[in-house]
RNA sequence: GCCUGGAUGGCGGAAUAGGUAGACGCAAGGGACUUAAAAUCCCUUAUCCGUAAGGGUGUGCGGGUUCAAAUCCCGCUCCAGGUACCA
């Protein structure tokens, strides 16, 4: 019988299933290990071949450390809130509670048939409210702690999702999901204080095992830059004044005009009469851009005079004040000094609006563009002759001095809009009194329950479906006074901030997670998904994560130390997999054709983990061979185990192949280079299946080297050579060095550098004897005819390379 | 523009304390088995010249260091991802 993958997987998925032989418990004496997917938004579409990508990674991983004798914790669990289920809700009445159970179901089984060693036990779902009232509570500890605050400013809101999106949420003035335009609009909203952890979330990326892109990308969303703040009095209106950020305090000599953003509070104060009209008409015209106008078409600068004038604190200077877009509200302190000499963008500003430029650097020329590079200082008083770095120093000490300025570092980091105008998110566990006073509420009335409803669409004016529910928005306190709920809910990353804490001890009823499970299991040891989480769910979790540690809620500072990043599966003409381009390959009729086993195998024989590669059927169908050899080694036609298997030692190379194989697959797993490790025991099934008589202790041994990779096959091989129970805590197998040693040796000669012959030679031989052995090599001594030697170079047991004349 | 990766046969990819480039797989060609096909097994396969022996050329491009460079250094080109008036 050959290799039927369509009937061994099914069975030995229900044995695992049926003996909960995955289920994990803390135990103090083994040492832990923690190997965690991103775990997935439960579409309607179903898994795609690229889930099951990073899952087998963490899934070898996972075997792999069990059989090292590990305690692993590898579970699944959905991050069920989120839009598409509303949407279809908005369409259809159906409630998201239902669609989120179809998808979930239909997951669960694409998943389960994949043969991935979770332990079902510990499934979690955000939409759960055993799961969600903790996530209310969590918010309730950063309520509690002063880091979430309401806050009315024009946030981003898009029109088409009928909701406010965060900074991170915002890519190119469109929305992350679906691409829709996003405008400024004006709404009180729940803002969480991540900027008070920037310092900490940037200086802990130091220590984390992640991919140099993902810390890059995270250090330039925080964007820490170091500088001063300079003070501004505004000429004629002493009572007037505004501060400015800078990076260059050094050029302060250099400023010849001033710019505030227009949204600027002083802007109203200090636009003259003659240039009122002007000054509202931009700020007007500015406020009526989208975000997308604000940057793609910015490439010419605007702005309009405001009719006043600044007074440059250490010239004296008259400098006229501007307001122009290209200065942003939301960084800094939404004003700068324009030094057009120095800046770039300045001199751009400059040049439109015929604004002088000053040159204060010795020796540069200011007249095509802005000098922005080092140099010695000139025409700036008492920093003259110094380079710039010098220069800063000394002209912050001076404005500290006077009182007119200080050092300071700016972040681009902003606070994290927290809620979203939906229906299917966690409510908020608070109450807004009558007098504006907000109430946490009571972590024992936790969970806070959205209200069933059949209208799940949001206003167009943004307000969310909840507000239509008076009955549900309307509370009488204990003491008889009205009160609200809020109507907005949480956003979907607020789930997945901490699902893998809940993976600790997810059944708890009395507690988010338990110190003991917590401190045993925490921190992730490896986490592999997707890179498009790099700066939001990863940001914004270290950020949860850290504000719970200095609670004293969980043991670690950081959560994930070790991140992967698996590469996108493009579909088979290289092209990103799509409905629309027709090549989507369906996980599902892969399993049903080929089995779970060369999926997982093949997907992993790809390329490198973190590598984009294109799909590949006939590929598929070699691994699928490779399984059916593999089978073959054992059993013959007639489904009984070979009598070829001997207790009869294998030969030497044999039996080094053997142990070189069990080094290699050991470390290539160790380093997550799975396939290479596949191609490793190829070799060595390729060589076994010239044998005649095969060492059946050394097949088991292989058994165990591919029950990681391919566990339904592996499972049922073992059990065939007489396994009573399952591999998956057999010890992995070791190698013995002594059997990898050679006592002879295959090297290159090199006349010149170019490879010219082969030589075997004993292992450790001299150069001496090398070189008698070469010169016995007729070929070599065709290069030697009529030539001198002039040099040996010899690098024992590696090389020998000649040099002749 | 800036930041981070990357570029190796017809294709996916191996090999980096510098030391036989192309492991393994796919595709292609040839052969065995078969009435035939599928499946399986064996062989060939970087490229050019040559019947062969053998030789030349080759890791995006141009230089350099070295006995020896896919690997190190300098200067480019192109591709992917990220980011974008952040003062």
Redesign the pocket.
């Known amino acids: 019988m050959?290799y039927q993958p369509g009937k061994i997987e099914p069975k030995w998925q229900q044995h695992w299933e049926q003996n909960k032989t995955f289920k994990v418990e803390i135990d103090p004496n083994k040492p832990k290990y923690y190997a965690l997917d991103m775990f997935p938004y439960p579409s309607g579409q179903g898994l795609h071949v690229g889930h099951p990508e990073g899952y087998t990674a963490t899934d070898i991983v996972s075997r792999y450390k069990r059989m090292k004798g590990f305690n692993v914790l590898h579970a699944m669990g959905w991050d069920a809130f989120g839009l598409p289920a509303e949407q279809y809700a908005i369409q259809t009445g159906t409630h998201p509670a239902v669609t989120t159970q179809v998808n979930v179901d239909n997951f669960r089984r694409q998943i389960k048939a994949l043969g991935f060693s979770y332990d079902w036990d510990r499934e979690i779902n955000t939409t759960d409210p055993k799961y969600y009232r903790w996530t209310q509570w969590i918010f309730l500890q950063i309520f509690g702690a002063g880091l979430a605050y309401e806050h009315d400013a024009p946030v981003n809101w898009c029109p088409e999702l009928r909701t406010v999106l965060s900074?991170?949420e915002?890519?190119?003035g469109k929305s992350e999901r679906g691409g829709y335009p996003v405008v400024r609009k004006p709404m009180r909203q729940w803002m969480l204080k991540i900027t008070a952890y920037a310092e900490k979330l940037l200086e802990d990326l130091e220590g984390l095992d992640w991919?140099?892109?993902v810390k890059?990308?995270q250090k330039?969303?925080i964007?820490r830059?170091i500088?001063a703040e300079v003070h501004f009095e505004v000429w004629g209106k002493p009572d007037l004044s505004f501060v400015?950020?800078?990076?260059?305090p050094d050029t302060l000599f250099g400023a010849t005009y001033a710019?505030l953003?227009p949204e600027h509070p002083l802007v109203e104060q200090i636009a003259s009469e003659d240039q009122w009209q002007a000054v509202v008409a931009y700020k007007e015209a500015c406020a009526a851009k989208s975000d997308l106008d604000?940057?793609d078409?910015?490439?010419?600068?605007?702005g309009v005079f405001t009719g006043s004038y600044a007074k440059n604190p250490v010239t004296g200077e008259n400098l006229p004040i501007w307001i122009?877009?290209?200065?942003?509200?939301?960084?800094?302190?939404?004003?700068?000094?324009a030094?057009p000499g120095h800046?770039?963008?300045?001199w751009?500003?400059a040049k439109a609006f015929g604004l002088p430029i000053k040159n204060i650097i010795a020796g540069a020329d200011v007249t095509a563009a802005a000098h922005t590079e080092d140099g010695e200082l000139c025409n700036s008083g008492f920093l003259n002759g110094l380079k710039v770095e010098p220069a800063k120093e000394k002209i912050i000490a001076w404005l500290e001095a006077q009182g007119k300025g200080k050092r300071s570092i700016?972040y681009?980091l902003r606070d994290w809009l927290f809620s979203r105008q939906r229906y299917w998110g966690e409510p908020f566990p608070l109450l807004h009194k009558e007098d504006g006073q907000v109430l946490p509420m009571d972590p024992k009335d936790l969970p806070l329950t959205p209200p069933l409803t059949e209208n799940f669409l949001p206003s167009p004016t943004g307000e969310s479906p909840l507000a239509n529910l008076p009955e549900w928005i309307n509370v009488t306190l204990p003491d008889g006074q009205p009160a609200k709920r809020s109507s907005n809910t949480m956003p979907q990353w607020a789930g997945s901030c901490w699902y893998y804490l809940r993976f600790t001890d997810p059944q708890n009823d009395q507690a988010a997670w338990s110190k003991e499970a917590e401190k045993y299991w925490m921190p992730v040891d490896l986490y592999i998904g997707g890179?498009?989480h790099?700066?939001l769910h990863l940001l914004y979790s270290r950020f949860w994560h850290k504000v719970l540690y200095e609670q004293g809620h969980v043991s670690t500072k950081e959560p994930f130390q070790k991140l992967v990043n698996q590469g996108m599966i493009l579909g088979e003409n290289?092209e990103?997999m799509s409905k629309s381009r027709g090549n989507v390959i369906n996980p599902d009729d892969i399993v049903k054709e080929y089995g779970a086993d060369s999926l997982r195998l093949y997907e992993m024989?790809?390329?490198?983990l973190?590598?984009?590669?294109?799909w590949?059927t006939?590929?598929l169908?070699?691994?699928?061979?490779?399984l059916?050899?593999f089978w073959?080694l054992y059993l013959d036609d007639q489904d009984q185990i070979l009598t070829t298997l001997t207790e009869a030692p294998a030969s030497t190379e044999i039996e080094r192949l053997y142990h070189e194989t069990v080094k290699k697959v050991t470390e290539d797993l160790e380093a997550l280079?799975f396939?290479?490790a596949?191609?490793?025991l190829?070799?060595m099934?390729?060589e076994l299946?010239?044998q005649q008589e095969r060492n059946q202790a050394m097949l088991q041994g292989l058994v165990l080297l591919l029950s990681p990779f391919a566990p339904h096959l592996a499972e049922e091989l073992w059990s065939r050579l007489g396994g009573t129970r399952t591999l998956a805590y057999e010890p992995w197998p070791d190698f013995d060095p002594s059997k990898l040693k050679q006592d002879q040796v295959?090297?290159?000669v090199?006349v010149?550098?170019?490879?010219?012959d082969?030589l075997t030679i004993p292992l450790g031989a001299s150069e001496a004897q090398v070189m008698e052995l070469a010169r016995q090599s007729e070929?070599i001594q065709?290069?030697l005819e009529g030539r001198t030697l002039v040099?040996v170079?010899y690098?024992p047991d590696?090389?020998l390379?000649l040099?002749l004349k």
Request: no cysteine; hydrophobic share 35%; glycine share 10%.
């Open positions: 050959p900074n991170e915002v890519i190119d991919p140099v892109s890059e990308m330039h969303w964007g830059s500088g400015v950020f800078t990076t260059r710019v953003a604000r940057t078409l910015a490439k010419k600068k605007t122009a877009d290209y200065v942003l509200m939301g960084y800094g302190t939404g004003a700068i000094m030094v800046d770039q963008r300045d751009e500003f700016n681009k890179a498009e790099a700066v290289g990103k024989f790809m390329g490198p973190e590598k984009s590669k294109p590949s006939s590929g169908e070699g691994i699928n061979r490779f059916n050899r073959r280079r396939n290479t596949i191609s490793q190829m070799i099934v390729n299946t010239g295959t090297i290159p090199q010149l550098g170019k490879h010219r082969n070929k065709k290069q040099k170079i690098v590696r090389i390379n040099i």
